[in-house]
């Protein structure tokens, strides 16, 4: 039964990851949502923080960027090669996404933010997805508020209201 189900989990996973029309973030979230973390992907802060991060998780105090290993420029990564033709302007567009990028996490962390980058890379097989799932928790890490008696009255509370109390 439970290999059963790991195989449907599996061939899901890799369709999803195989399906052109699929959005890295989707699949992202999608992971998250089942580690059981709740996450925002349009509230305000996904708006109003620096590179308007794809997902916020409120709690944590952390924000998720998923990068594509192409436009952001991921440094020594294979999937990441500057198109033959055309090189220095794309060297060019290339190094000013990925001066933005390193801005924009500079400037969401001086806010007191944790900011993790996924690359596109480390989810693009099966084992891969698998390996970066039981990776995330350590990577998200724990709450601020963490050992807090508020931290244990917030985890009761509803989602959206968690903030109301706080000074
Ligand atoms: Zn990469």
New binding site residues.
Partial sequence: MVDTVSEAQRSYNMSRIRSKNTKPERLIRSVLHRLGYRFTVNGPKNRKLPGKPDIVLPKYRTVVFVHG?FWHG?EG?K??RLPKSRTDWWRAKIDRNRARDARNLAAVRALGWRALVI????FNTVAKLEALRSSLPARIGLPPEIGEERAVAEEAAPYGKRRAGKR
């Fill in positions: 290993c991921h990564c999937d990441f690359w596109t890379c480390e």
